[in-house]
């Protein structure tokens, strides 16, 4: 199997230029610095209340990412238009709620597998691959599975926060058996949420997960080394794997 790849999320870079309201540290600059580095992703979330990426930071990313721009949003009207208009190459649907850190969980496919249909659809129809990130839960990938996307996304969360060895190693073996379902049902898997330099190397041992997405722990270790450090640093982690 080729090595799993890095998908580098920049919001808090953003968030960090957010919180004085400045120019800086742009996203933009992060992500070409994550490229050089050895990312094989750039991943956003344009949220509703655009608490961190703004529209610019997306339209200058996609005229500017050599890797693949990922972009994350909500499956609302507002963000489908965006979406359609600039056509990232991926698109990921996520949950999301105003009042959220953030992400907490992953996306109710199951429930929502009707209202999500229209919208993957007019995504693929635009050459947009679709991805949804949900849990580790072999009925929401089923759903996935009838809706067509070409790829979800596993929240590892729950393995991440985990506070002792049982729990760890029992989140592990979920995570295993659903990227084993997906990858069997011919989804490409991807994961993400919470990993960071200590955790990420049992995630990325996992035979059936292709990608990881990572913001968070590499953005707060680039602030005391650089993001190109960071990066590479991370690489190298996954790839110990």
Known sequence: ????????????????RQARGTRYPD?????????????DQITIHLREDRRHIQDRDLRVMRETVQTRLNLEMAATDEML????????DTVTLVPERREEQTTEHGLD???LEESLTDTCQRLAQEGIDVSLFIDADLAQIDAAVRLGV??????????ADAVDDATMESELSRLE???EHAHDAGLMVA????????????????ES??????GHALVSRAVLIGMEAAVREMIAKMHGA
């Open 1 to 16: 199997m080729s090595r799993v790849r890095l998908g580098v999320n920049v919001d808090h870079v953003a968030t960090l």
């Open 27 to 39: 996203p933009v600059t992060a992500a070409a610095m994550s490229e050089l580095a050895g990312a």
């Open 81 to 88: 238009e965006i979406a359609l208009s600039l056509k990232p």
């Open 109 to 111: 496919v199951a429930r």
């Open 150 to 159: 070409h790829a979800i996304e596993l929240h590892t969360g729950e393995y």
């Open 177 to 179: 058996v659903a990227a």
């Open 191 to 206: 994961a993400g949420h919470g990993l960071d330099y200590v955790n990420v190397r049992e995630v990325a041992a996992i």
């Open 209 to 214: 997960i292709e990608e990881l997405n990572i």
